[in-house]
Structure formats: C-alpha cells, structure tokens
C-alpha cells in the first residue's frame, strides 16, 4: 500500500482552530443567514487543513490523537458552532469510511484537503441504491456524499454478512443525487444540513464500506477501533462544550460592566450573579474534564488493544452528559443576560439558538445515560451507540 506524504503541518490541530477564530466571528452571522459557510471559510478550513484530521496518514490524512481532535473542535465552536459541527461530521465520515475501503478506492475520493427510508439491493460488483437521507452538514462544499442503508437481495430478503444483516455506507459523487433545499431550522444554520436522495443508483462495492466492522476495516491506527458512533459523540461533545465556552466569557464580561434594572445592585455585585457564574464554570470545566479523561481512556486502550464495553460505556456517559451540561450552561447564560441577549445584534441570540438545536440530537438523548446506568448496576440492556 502507497502512502501519500503530505507537507509536516508546523501548527497542532487546536492551535490551527484557535488562528481560524477571528475569521468565524466576523462571518458567523452571515453564514447562519445564508445556511452554509461562506466561501472564505470553506477556503480556510481547507487551508488549514481541518477536513482531514482523523483521516488515516496511509491517504494523506493527519490521523491525530482523540483528544487533539476535541479541543480542536471545541476551539471552532467557540467561535462559530455551525463550522465546528461541519468539521465533526466531514472529519467522522470520511475518516471512519475511509478506513473500511480499499486503498485506491478511498484515495479517489478523499484525495485533497476538502474530502466529505432506503434500499440497497445486492447486485453484481455493487448495489442498486435508492432512498432519501437528511442532515447532510457541510454537504453545499463537498464533491462526495454518503448514505447509510441497509442491504437486500434482489427477492427483498436481508443480506447477510459475517452472520447478520448487511448494513453500509454508500459514496457517491454529489452531483449523482438530488438535493432537497429544507434545511429552515432554529439553529446550526450554517451548516446547510439539506436532505438528498438517489434513485436506482449504481454504487461499486469498493465506494461502500461497512465502515464500523472489524472484518473490514483496512487501517489499524487506534482512532478507527473506536468507531464512528463515538467519534461523532466525542466531536459533538466538544461543540456544545466551546459554545458553552463563548457563553459563559460573554456573560461574564456582560456582569462586569451592566445593572439590570430589576436589581438594586451592578451584575458585579449581585450575590447571585456571583455565585451563579461560580457554578456555570463548574459545571462546564467539571463536564470536560470528564469528556478529556474519557476520550484519554478510550484512545489509549484502543491504542493498546484493550477497549472494552466498560471503557465505551465510560465515553458514552462523559458525552450526553457533557452535550446536556454546556446545554444548560448556555441556557443560563442568555438567561442571566436579560434583555440584552435577545438582540440578533448580540452575540448571545445565534448562539443560544444554535445550542438549543446541537442539544436535540441523538448523541446528547437521555436515554443513552439510562443504558450506561443499566450497565453499571448489572440490570439486563440493549447495548447500542457504543
């Protein structure tokens, strides 16, 4: 197997967030109007080199450390959260597919610092796909989409492979699907998470991985073990951990210099205030110190060839809780800034929309923290997203 060398990248991935920031701020309001990054962002992310950070060094990728990856995308959020959420989802899906497919295969798609109700029938060298998907973040800038589906043979009955039913990921080209122009949502609008579908649509076997199965998985670097269910909750995690983040510092800065009129006192005086921003950053260092030390756990057995459920089960709680908690902390913050957070002119109203969107997805449901308080008491469980 060729690997392709790429130029050694001076800066770490959380420094090179930290240089994009300036430039998130000034076009964040502009890109949640027009529900996509704007051109110079996508250019910078691709000039820094952001699209490829969990993609294997065998195809250019930089393949970096977990929890490099978190703080990176917890920098991007800091500044814009739809950039960051991009960032997550283009680096999971194309790292954790990239990972399952023959090299040449993976090479033509994901060769270039901007790589990105079904049926699939089983058919000769490949599958017939048809279906619609949505969420599709970042999609309005990449050449490739993806979609998951589960496989049939031709009589309708389930493919089976290695002892259960066949489920993949399909890649194909963007310009092969329909692109369905509904993403009118609260927040996270930048993201142009629009919906897509394909009809009848001929994929080869070699651009449809089953991307978390250990029998096809083609890189051996401790990332890919892990799989992408946790990966995307670990990119997510940090998201709405850098929004809480920018939150929490404009609030603060908001009670340095503002009297509320329902009060005798300044914000800086208040006993309330004080001890309400006390607890907000508790609360947020205390939810990503237990992601870092989760994610550091994972990554280390993984790397070691020791990760088990308990390690997984560890990840998974450290990642609702964390999404859940900087949830909150946002919440509070707009909250204790009154009527100065409800201008679209201030940086609280885009912000606290976009936390209220990031915490109606999957990764941040409760449910998943009762599975992992199954698991510890020893009750019987369905384990599932680990």
């Not at 950070?53 to 800091?78: F, H, M, T, V």
């Not at 978390?212 to 909750?233: F, K, N, V």
Request: with cysteine; net charge negative; aromatic share 6%.
């Amino acid at each position: 197997m060729e690997t392709l060398v790429q130029p050694a990248l001076v800066a770490s991935a959380p420094e090179r967030a930290r240089a994009l920031q300036a430039l998130l701020d000034e076009h964040g309001a502009e890109m949640d109007r027009r529900r996509e990054l704007t051109p110079e962002v996508v250019d910078a992310l691709a000039g820094q080199d952001m699209l490829r950070l969990l993609l294997p060094r065998s195809l250019g990728g930089q393949e970096i450390d977990l929890l490099e990856y978190c703080k990176a995308n917890e920098a991007l959020a800091w500044a814009d959260a739809s950039t960051a959420w991009f960032v997550n989802q283009s680096n999971v899906s194309s790292a954790s597919s990239a990972a399952a497919m023959p090299h040449a295969a993976a090479a033509s798609i994901f060769d270039g610092p901007r790589a990105n109700n079904s049926r699939a029938i089983r058919v000769e060298g490949g599958y017939r796909l048809s279906g619609t998907w949505s969420f599709a973040s970042g999609g309005r800038h990449t050449t490739w989409l993806g979609a998951h589906s589960a496989v049939q043979n031709p009589d309708g009955t389930p493919h089976m492979r290695y002892g259960k039913p066949d489920d993949r990921s399909f890649l194909f080209l963007r310009a092969e699907a329909t692109i369905i122009d509904d993403w009118q949502v609260l927040g996270l609008r930048g993201t142009g998470s629009d919906s897509y579908s394909v009809k009848d649509l001929f994929v080869p076997d070699d651009h449809a991985p089953a991307r978390d199965m250990a029998e096809e998985r083609r890189e051996h670097g401790p990332i890919y073990p892990i799989g992408s269910t946790l990966l995307y909750a670990s990119g997510f995690c940090s998201v709405t951990l850098g929004l809480a983040r920018r939150m929490l510092e404009t609030y603060t800065e908001l009670a340095r210099g503002r009297q509320s009129r329902a009060s005798t006192s300044v914000m800086a005086r208040n006993n309330s205030v004080q001890r309400e921003i006390g607890l907000l950053e508790a609360r947020l260092s205390a939810a990503r110190a237990f992601l870092h030390e989760a994610v550091g756990q994972v990554y280390e057995a993984s790397a070691a060839g020791t990760l088990e459920v308990d390690l997984r089960m560890r990840l998974r709680l450290a990642t609702t809780f964390g999404m859940n908690e900087a949830t909150d902390v946002s919440i509070a913050c707009y909250r204790g800034a009154g009527t100065a957070a409800i201008s679209e002119k201030q940086p609280f109203e885009r912000r606290l929309r976009d936390a209220m969107s990031a915490s109606q997805h999957l990764q941040a449901m409760l449910p998943m923290i009762e599975m992992v308080g199954r698991h510890i008491i020893g009750t019987e469980n369905v384990v599932q997203f680990v």
